[in-house]
């Protein structure tokens, strides 16, 4: 009982030293910043594990059974201006046998003195089926919503076959492509539905135990614009805490806006250090 005592007391302490510290990195900023090195180091590892993922460029694709994350998040001020805003996101992806599948989402909301102004959603799906461990077909499903965008509904749904052209433990590279069909309507309520043609590419190259090479590239064509994405990437686990990541992506539209370029292109260094 004594010791239950001592650990009440101790905890008790140090939740009221605790809390103005808190409380003045709040005041100072330097919670704020906490929050964006949380952020930083979160877009670095998820860069990292990508260019790392064995089992996306596996022969299933997915690890088998349920794998995933959700994540929520909530805020509100009041007095000069009240605001709320709430937003969440998520992963979830489930391998059974010769099928795989990737689901995602992310809602964002907001209001600024009792009006509304962030309202978006977003959803994607893609399932695989393998029949052989190279060839499968595919089926991929896009959805955004965005009530402040000129397009506030533009959706993507397309279907085809895959193969993987090589398929070794250093070298994989699948390729699948098919039709597919694009949804976009406005704010003023017009619409449009036309037909395009997806193509995708995923290259994985192991040069070491420690020195791996992706290649990912993405080709989106309709009657509206042709966009391309090519994402190109060095990774190096130099040891166990040491890991960097050089990537390269370019991005193509063949109808950009006004005053814009076709191509913007994006070097991207990305490096985590443990000790």
């Known amino acids: 009982m004594e010791k239950v005592s001592k650990l009440a007391t101790v905890s008790a302490l140090a939740l009221l ?3 103005p510290a808190f409380g003045q990195g709040r005041l100072v900023g330097t919670e704020a910043l906490d929050d964006r090195i949380d952020e ?4 670095v590892n998820e860069d990292l594990a990508r260019g790392e993922d064995a089992a996306r460029f596996g022969p299933n694709g997915v690890e088998q059974g349920w794998r995933g994350s959700v994540a929520l998040t909530a805020s509100a001020a009041s007095g000069n201006t009240d605001t709320g805003e709430v937003s969440g996101a998520g992963r979830l992806t489930y391998g059974v046998g010769p099928w795989n599948h990737s689901f995602g989402f992310a809602i964002e909301y907001g209001e600024a003195n009792g009006v509304k102004n962030e309202e978006k959603l977003f959803a994607t799906y893609e399932g695989n089926r393998y029949f052989n461990d190279r060839f499968y077909v595919f089926g991929i499903a896009r959805m955004e ?6 397009n506030e509904r533009d959706a993507f749904l397309g279907a ?9 433990e250093n070298t994989t590279w699948r390729l699948q492509a098919g039709p597919g069909v694009r949804y976009i309507e406005d704010q003023l309520g017009n619409s449009d539905t036309e037909a395009g043609l997806l193509a995708s590419s995923r ?5 070491t135990d420690t020195v791996s090479l ?3 590239t993405d ?3 309709s009657s509206q614009n042709t966009i391309a994405t090519n994402d190109l990437g060095l990774n190096f686990r130099v040891s166990d805490n040491l890991s960097t990541r050089v990537s390269y992506r370019t991005e193509y539209n063949s109808d950009p806006l006004p005053g814009l370029d076709s191509t913007d292109n994006t070097l991207g260094l990305s490096l985590v250090l443990g000790f």
Do not use: C, K
Request: aromatic content about 18%.
């Open 145 to 150: 919503y965005d009530g402040f965008a000129t």
């Open 203 to 207: 290259y994985f190259y192991r040069l």
């Open 17 to 19: 030293i605790a809390a």
């Open 40 to 43: 930083i180091q979160d877009d």
């Open 214 to 216: 992706t290649n990912d």
């Open 219 to 221: 080709i989106l064509g």
């Open 160 to 168: 085809g076959p895959g193969y993987r052209v090589i398929n070794n």
